[in-house]
C-alpha cells in the first residue's frame, strides 16, 4: 500500500498519560498535515510540516501538544497529560507541495478515559 | 481565518436521481476546492477538486461547480446509486500553510 498510513489506529488511554501518534505519509510528498476529527465534525488542521520544518501552528494545539517530523519523512504526534477533551480521530495528510491535493491516512482514534 | 459553511447537513435521494451539496467560504485568497467523501470508520477520501481559476469540472457522475464573485461552491452527483451513501465534506484551502478548513458535512442516503 502505497498511501498514507498511520499507527496505531486505535489508542485507549487514561487521563493523565502520555501518547504516541505515527504517520507515514507518500514517499515523495514534501509537505505533512494533521488534523484533528471529533464525530459529526470535519475534520480540524492542527499543524503542518514542509520537509521537517514545522511551519505552522493551529490555535487547536496546545502546549500538551507536539509534534515532529525529524527526517522529512515520517512524523509523530505527541499528546501528553491527555484529558478526556482529547478524545477524537488523528488525521494525517501528505501533498506534494502547497496547494497540492492532500491524501489522508486511516487515523488514529484516541479514547481518553 | 476561513470559514465554510456546508448544507444540507443530511440528505436523502432516490437512487437515481441526482444530489447537490453546497458550501459557501469566507476568505478571498482561497484559491483550492476539494469535495471529500467519508464513509463509516473509514479514512476522507479525495473525490473531486476544483481552483479558482476553473467554473466547472466533471469526473463521470461527479460535477464540481465554483461562483468565485458569490464565494460559493456546490457538488453534483448524477445517477446516485447506494454505494454513494456516506458523509460528505467540502474543503477550502487558504493561509501560507494551505491548510484545509472543512465545512461541516453532509450526510449522504441514497435509497435503494
Known amino acids: 500500500d502505497t498511501g498514507v498510513s498511520q499507527d496505531p489506529r486505535h489508542k485507549i488511554t487514561k487521563r493523565g498519560q502520555n501518547v504516541t501518534f505515527r504517520c507515514d505519509p507518500i514517499?515523495?510528498?514534501?509537505?505533512l498535515y494533521w488534523y484533528r476529527q471529533t464525530l459529526g465534525q470535519g475534520p480540524e488542521f492542527l499543524t503542518y510540516?514542509?520537509?521537517?520544518?514545522?511551519?505552522?501552528k493551529s490555535r487547536l494545539l496546545s502546549d500538551r501538544f507536539s509534534a515532529e517530523r525529524p527526517k522529512g519523512s515520517f512524523s509523530t504526534l505527541e499528546i501528553q497529560r491527555t484529558e478526556q477533551g482529547d478524545s477524537a480521530m488523528y488525521l494525517c495528510?501528505?501533498?506534494?507541495?502547497?496547494?497540492?491535493?492532500?491524501?489522508f491516512g486511516p487515523g488514529t482514534r484516541l479514547t481518553v478515559t | 481565518g476561513e470559514n465554510v459553511e456546508q448544507h444540507p447537513s443530511t440528505l436523502s435521494v432516490q437512487e437515481g436521481d441526482s444530489a447537490v451539496i453546497k458550501c459557501t467560504y469566507s476568505?478571498?485568497?482561497?484559491?483550492?476546492f476539494p469535495w471529500y467523501k467519508q464513509e463509516l470508520g473509514k479514512r476522507p477520501q479525495l473525490i473531486i477538486d476544483i481552483r479558482s481559476n476553473v467554473g466547472e469540472k466533471k469526473d463521470q457522475r461527479i460535477a464540481v461547480t465554483l461562483n468565485k464573485t458569490a464565494k460559493h461552491f456546490s457538488l453534483h452527483i448524477t445517477e446516485t446509486q447506494p454505494e454513494d451513501s456516506a458523509v460528505y465534506f467540502c474543503?477550502?484551502?487558504?493561509?501560507?500553510?494551505?491548510?484545509?478548513?472543512f465545512g461541516s458535512g453532509t450526510q449522504l442516503t441514497v435509497l435503494p
Open positions: 476568505d478571498s485568497a482561497s484559491n483550492y
Open positions: 510540516f514542509q520537509n521537517e520544518a514545522q511551519l505552522e
Open positions: 514517499s515523495e510528498h514534501n509537505r
Open positions: 495528510a501528505s501533498s506534494l507541495g502547497g496547494g497540492g491535493e492532500q491524501y
Open positions: 474543503a477550502a484551502s487558504s493561509g501560507s500553510a494551505r491548510q484545509l478548513t
